[in-house]
């Protein structure tokens, strides 16, 4: 049909992975942290999604699977601001670095 | 009756739960329990050995373990000699705890007492039942464990604690001797069970020397539990048990095992001469090396322990030459006036609060009942006509004549003159002359401590005409029954009559000498031996044997623990510190590594994805 070869998408899903992956290890505040990680989900939805149309054996599964993942990371999402709202209001602060209480 | 005899050991064996259980709210209504659980032993053996003089032998065995194509059985067995022991130790047993009763009134550990001496029989009665020598073994330390226990009762004082440790270790050393032997017959065999190893002996599959390695490691075990020389020093020391205890344990019972596991394994020595050589020698000079010491003891339990080591000697002795009948006759006639002589000297320290003959004298008056039954345990000990003592150590001498061993025929004459000399000078030395004795009011003992004596005296007394040159010798005919290929079929030693004669004199003789010395006066007690003289120190000093195990032995033993303990702190435990050191060092830097920056961990587990990921690529896939 297009003309995008499978190769854009998974080279876009990569750069969008190393992307969160570089704020999740390295961001300092919990907000862009839990932002990369849904930014690392997203580049594994493409990926389904691409190789859901344009894989070997092109079928929908990639594409229902995609959308558990979105409804998951969505749950993951409202759960973790959650805890981030909490920890902010006793802790006054959002910094990762600070949130070492579970070492004890 | 006979399918039913396991039952004889359990009774005890209830006392003793039950004592150690609820004991502490029982007290002294414990004794109760202890004596019916006995008597029903008692009574249960009495039917046994009824029922076993008309029947054969009876044996049930049940597959305990299987090891590869080997069975462990475990059961028990009824044949004479087993039957037999079986009455004597339940009576005996019975007897003592009826005493203990008046003994240890006031005791506070009272229950516990009867606890033990229910332990203490349980084993003994599992020992002479046991069919194979495995069980045998397991009884056979039982036991030592009950008589450990018991000597240590009183634990407060210090003697006390040194015999048990002494008695419980010495006797190892023997034990020690028996497991090898054991384990060597097996090799050997095949089997724990004796008709199989009997039979395996007889065919000839353990060579000769073999044989006699093995009876004579077996007879180490003997040795050690009996008190022979040289492992027979602990037995003086449990003297500070209790004297209940002594009767018992070092006295008619635990002390006999050594000599029924000879008995029991005689077929084995029978097809060794040198062993049996060992086993009558060590036998001989025992009984000769005891009685000398026992002379010139001043403590009445010392001087009956020596008697008691001295007698088992002679049992031994009469095994050795071959006297099967002769050795486990005296056995059970030994045990019933031991047992009276060893209660009689309870009752009178009972009576006056000491153990030092030098302190008692003139209480034949006082103690009406205690001195008649001292002095017949002390007749049939020393071997006067017609009572027990004298039937069974003639059928010895005799035997030891038979055999043609006239060294110790003549050692064994000897003692007996020794014997009947000891004794009566014991005898005298309580009942007769002076009171030298701090306790004015002399009270005789209770008729719960008199009447066990009383059944004691009367066995003592009618236990030898069982086997008589005059009167049959149904013992010897019954024990021999169905056996006389393995035990030698000799029902009853035959000598010339002036064997029995000599024996008469010689201990009239003993008897007179200690009448002369010690009742009479006529004759200084300096006549035979100084007391400052170097012969009599060695004697009172038994032979310096305590001494020079302590400084062979035991200093021996210190050095080598002194260095085994360096050994141990410096080598064993520097390696065991490098190791703890190095555990907590690498643990020390693995808890650094836990910051709680989630971040980091994070990094750590993508790295360690990338490392798999490079690994991956580079040997696709596949570690060589």
């Known amino acids: 049909m297009t003309g995008v070869p499978l190769s854009a998408y998974l080279v876009l899903a990569l750069v969008l992975f190393c992307i969160g992956l570089y704020g999740a290890l390295t961001k300092r505040n919990a907000v862009i942290v839990l932002i990369s990680i849904e930014l690392m989900l997203n580049a594994a939805n493409i990926n389904l999604v691409a190789f859901s149309k344009l894989g070997v054996t092109p079928s929908i599964t990639g594409q229902v699977f995609s959308l558990f993942t979105i409804t998951i990371a969505a749950a993951e999402a409202a759960v973790g601001l959650a805890i981030l709202m909490s920890l902010y209001r006793n802790r006054k602060t959002v910094n990762v670095d600070e949130m070492d209480i579970m070492k004890h | ?624």
């Open chain 2, 1 to 624: 009756m006979m399918e039913n005899a396991w039952l004889i050991p359990i009774f005890p064996l209830v006392t003793f739960l039950v004592l150690l259980l609820s004991g502490g709210r029982l007290r002294e209504r414990g004794a109760y329990i202890g004596i019916i659980c006995t008597l029903a032993s008692f009574i249960l053996s009495l039917l046994v050995l009824m029922e076993r003089f008309k029947e054969p032998t009876y044996k049930i065995t049940i597959d305990w373990l299987s090891i590869g194509g080997t069975q462990l059985k475990a059961g028990f067995e009824i044949n004479q000699l087993n039957a037999l022991m079986l009455v004597i130790v339940s009576l005996v047993s019975l007897l003592v705890q009826l005493y203990s009763k008046g003994y240890m009134k006031g005791e506070e550990r009272f229950s516990t007492f009867y606890a033990y001496l229910g332990f203490f029989t349980f084993a003994m009665l599992g020992l002479v039942m046991a069919p194979n020598l495995l069980q045998l073994y397991f009884f056979w330390e039982l036991v030592g464990v009950g008589s450990f226990l018991l000597i240590g009762f009183y634990y407060y004082k210090q003697e006390a604690k040194n015999a048990a440790k002494k008695a419980f270790i010495m006797t190892r050393i023997g034990d020690v001797g028996l497991l090898v032997g054991i384990i060597l017959l097996f090799w050997g065999t095949g089997s724990f069970e004796y008709g199989e190893i009997f039979q395996a002996v007889q065919s000839g599959v353990i060579s000769n020397e073999g044989l006699t390695l093995i009876a004579i490691l077996i007879f180490i075990g003997a040795v050690g539990k009996s008190g022979q020389f040289p492992l027979h020093s602990w037995l003086p020391d449990a003297m500070e048990g209790p004297t209940p205890v002594s009767a018992l344990i070092h006295a008619a019972t635990m002390v006999a095992a050594g000599v029924y596991l000879v008995a029991t394994m005689f077929p084995l020595f029978l097809a060794s001469s040198a062993a049996m050589q060992v086993v009558a020698i060590t036998g001989g000079f025992t009984a000769i090396f005891a009685a000398s010491i026992a002379l010139v003891q001043k403590d009445v339990k010392r001087v009956l322990a020596y008697s008691t080591v001295s007698q088992l000697g002679f049992m031994m002795l009469a095994l050795g030459t071959a006297g099967y009948v002769a050795g486990v006759f005296h056995l059970m006639t030994h045990a019933f006036f031991k047992a009276l002589l060893f209660l009689a000297a309870g009752s009178v320290i009972h009576a006056i609060h000491t153990q030092d003959i030098e302190k008692m004298g003139g209480l034949w008056g006082k103690l009406n009942w205690t001195g008649p039954l001292f002095l017949t345990g002390t007749l049939a000990i020393s071997g006067f006509p017609l009572l027990s003592g004298f039937f069974s150590k003639d059928e010895i001498l005799m035997a030891a004549w038979e055999n043609g061993n006239y060294l110790l025929f003549a050692l064994a004459v000897i003692t007996s003159f020794l014997t009947a000399f000891y004794m009566f000078r014991l005898f005298f030395m309580i009942f007769t002359g002076e009171s030298r004795s701090q306790v004015k009011q002399v009270k005789e003992s209770p008729s719960i401590m008199l009447l066990p004596m009383l059944v004691l005296a009367f066995l003592a007394v009618i236990s030898g005409y069982v086997q008589t040159p005059w009167f049959g010798t149904f013992l010897g005919e019954w024990l021999m029954e169905g056996n006389e290929t393995l035990l030698g079929g000799n029902s009853h030693s035959e000598g010339p009559v002036w064997i029995m004669v000599m024996a008469v004199l010689v201990s009239l003789a003993g008897i007179f000498l200690a009448y002369m010395i010690y009742a009479k006066k006529k004759l200084p007690r300096s006549w035979l031996v100084q007391e400052n003289n170097e012969f009599y120190r060695v004697l009172d000093n038994k032979y310096y044997i305590d001494e020079i195990y302590h400084f062979t032995v035991g200093y021996a033993i210190k050095g080598l623990s002194l260095f085994l303990s360096y050994i141990e702190r410096f080598i064993v435990g520097g390696v065991v510190s490098t190791v703890t050191i190095s555990i907590e060092g690498l643990g020390k830097i693995g808890s650094k590594l836990q910051t709680g920056q989630v971040q980091r961990y994070g990094m750590i587990a993508f790295l360690g994805l990338a490392v798999l990921l490079v690994i991956f690529a580079v040997t696709g896939g596949y570690l060589r």
